[in-house]
T-cell receptor, first 115, second 111 residues
Framework: DADVTQTPRNRITKTGKRIMLECSQTKGHDRMYWYRQDPGLGLRLIYYSFDVKDINKGEISDGYSVSRQAQAKFSLSLESAIPNQTALYFC??????????????FGPGTRLTVT | QQPVQSPQAVILREGEDAVINCSSS?????VHWYRQKHGEAPVFLMI?????EQKGHDKISASFNEKKQQSSLYLTASQLSYSGTYFC????????????FGQGTTLQVKP
């Protein structure tokens, strides 16, 4: 079974609709992240959370919100989807390892299309 | 703050070498390298810490030049399996666990 799972894997929605992307992990990691990937722009950080009570904005948080329901679950919401939010979304997890290595483990991604 | 990767794309023949650079305008604490194969999630390759040694992973190695605030990824004797997009992720202090990723370098290895 995958350690980091994302649902749905693909979603097509209309402009103005509310949508939630979910991420679950069985790695026991305390840190979770949401990124979006667009061609030529790399991976851009939307929000991140270092524990259940800690939520931080990333570089491109406008138009998004998150919820950390439990250590293992981190959800990303688009309150009113717009076409330029069409992208591939990745969830990732990490924890402090040996030598303070923060290796991140990525989920399989959610491809979101807003029409 | 996003680090800049160069080149944007590379096409190689099997057995050839390549270098991918990651440059920052801000002082770096660490650089993390990831590879993403087509249709898959990014996968961690290695981390370079400030003051640390050059790292290696099979025939892939990397270095960290503190003076230039730059990291370079070296792919030696490329294999078909090296094809994909390479990302550097940068941390600017030991207090933060978040990474800022570059825009990626697409590497295609041909037979």
């Amino acid at each position: 079974d995958a350690d980091v799972t994302q649902t749905p894997r693909n979603r097509i929605t209309k402009t103005g609709k509310r949508i939630m992307l979910e991420c679950s992990q069985t790695k026991g990691h305390d840190r979770m992240y949401w990124y979006r990937q667009d061609p030529g722009l790399g991976l851009r950080l939307i929000y991140y959370s270092f524990d259940v009570k800690d939520i931080n904005k990333g570089e491109i948080s406008d138009g998004y919100s998150v919820s950390r329901q439990a250590q293992a679950k981190f959800s990303l919401s688009l309150e009113s989807a717009i076409p330029n939010q069409t992208a591939l979304y990745f969830c990732a997890t990490s924890t402090i390892g040996t030598g303070s290595v923060h290796e991140q483990y990525f989920g399989p991604g959610t491809r979101l299309t807003v029409t | 703050q996003q680090p800049v990767q160069s080149p944007q794309a590379v096409i190689l023949r099997e057995g050839e070498d390549a270098v991918i650079n990651c440059s920052s305008s801000k002082a770096l604490y660490s650089v993390h390298w990831y590879r993403q194969k087509h249709g898959e999630a990014p996968v961690f390759l290695m981390i370079l810490l400030k003051g640390g040694e050059q790292k290696g992973h099979d025939k892939i190695s990397a270095s960290f030049n503190e003076k230039k605030q730059q990291s370079s990824l070296y792919l030696t004797a490329s294999q078909l399996s090296y094809s994909g997009t390479y990302f550097c992720g940068t941390r600017y202090s030991s207090n933060t666990g978040k990474l800022i990723f570059g825009q990626g370098t697409t590497l295609q290895v041909k037979p």
